[in-house]
């Protein structure tokens, strides 16, 4: 199997796809620094997903070594998956640590009641919070808004930011030992986002889809060349997907090895 350099920050995509894709995958990536494995957001079907793409990277990658889990927001193609996970890995037994969950604080606990309480239930005895009964499959991280946070097990390090989205949602920025990924998650079109996302990043993941609360592909072709240079692009459409695309897309299961760059943009 394949051995990657955990002095790099290293992005390997599980889906590319829209919520609406037949195509792909939903978006969905895995992030390796170190001893940290950042799964960033839990589309179903997760399990399948994983597979499929780190065989396809000649990596081998469990549901157990995922250390943290980044849920940007609540809409079904980012969280469906996490049910799956949280039993994947509650069945992994008492020696595999929980996985750190980092999420909006203000929405812990409508993740909980909507999402995963219908599934995992009250437990037996009955946990008295819903709190409780989520630290039985997850360290808990909620965050405030602008809050950043780090991964425990590596020097990865993350800034986020509010998007201009339907929900609450927040992109990020991720930085490890002098490299710097941006995600701009689900976005209006937002200058000031992507200014904030760019500072400094030797590559800017942004997403793309239609008019309303996702960016037109017609203002990211607009940026300037040096700017496009460090951008690839997720959430893609199936409406794109034969198109000639101004930057090129993420490929689900072709990992990326992100240095610190030079030169314009």
């Given at each position: 199997m394949r051995e990657l350099d955990s002095e790099v920050l290293h992005l390997l995509p599980l889906g590319v796809g829209d919520a609406f894709t037949t195509r792909y995958y939903h978006t969905s990536f895995l992030l390796l620094a170190g001893g940290a494995v950042v799964?960033?957001?839990?589309?179903?079907?997760f399990g399948k997903m994983l597979r499929?793409?780190?065989?396809?990277?000649?990596?081998?990658?469990?549901?157990?070594?995922?250390?943290?889990?980044?849920?940007?927001?609540?809409?079904?193609?980012?969280?469906?998956?996490?049910?799956?996970?949280?039993?994947?890995?509650?069945?992994?037994?008492?020696?595999?640590?929980?996985?750190?969950?980092h999420l909006l604080d203000e929405?812990?606990?409508l993740l909980?009641?909507?999402?995963?309480?219908?599934?995992?239930?009250?437990?037996?005895?009955?946990?008295?919070?819903?709190?409780?009964?989520?630290s039985?499959?997850?360290?808990?991280?909620?965050?405030?808004?602008?809050q950043g946070f780090a991964t425990e097990l590596a020097e990865l390090v993350f800034e986020t930011r509010i998007t201009r989205h339907s929900k609450p949602c927040f992109g990020f920025r991720a930085d490890y030992r002098g490299a710097r990924?941006?995600?701009?998650?689900d976005t209006e079109w937002d200058p000031e986002h992507l200014d904030w996302l760019a500072e400094d990043a030797d590559l800017i993941v942004h997403e793309v889809g239609e008019e309303g609360?996702?960016?037109?592909?017609?203002?990211?072709?607009?940026?300037?060349?040096?700017?496009?240079?460090?951008?690839?692009l997720v959430h893609l459409p199936d409406a794109l997907a034969d198109r000639d695309l101004p930057m090129p897309p993420l490929r689900q299961g072709e990992i990326l090895s992100i240095q610190k760059r030079g030169g314009e943009g």
């Open positions: 799964l960033v957001d839990v589309p179903a079907p499929e793409a780190t065989e396809k990277a000649g990596l081998r990658v469990s549901t157990e070594d995922i250390t943290d889990v980044v849920l940007t927001h609540l809409h079904r193609d980012h969280c469906n998956g996490l049910e799956e996970f949280a039993y994947r890995r509650m069945l992994a037994g008492e020696g595999v640590p929980l996985p750190r969950l929405l812990t606990e909980w009641y909507t999402r995963l309480e219908p599934s995992l239930g009250p437990g037996f005895p009955p946990a008295e919070s819903f709190e409780e009964r989520m039985e499959f997850f360290l808990l991280n909620p965050l405030d808004r602008g990924l941006a995600y701009s998650c609360p996702h960016t037109p592909l017609e203002k990211l072709a607009g940026l300037p060349p040096g700017l496009r240079r460090r951008m690839r």
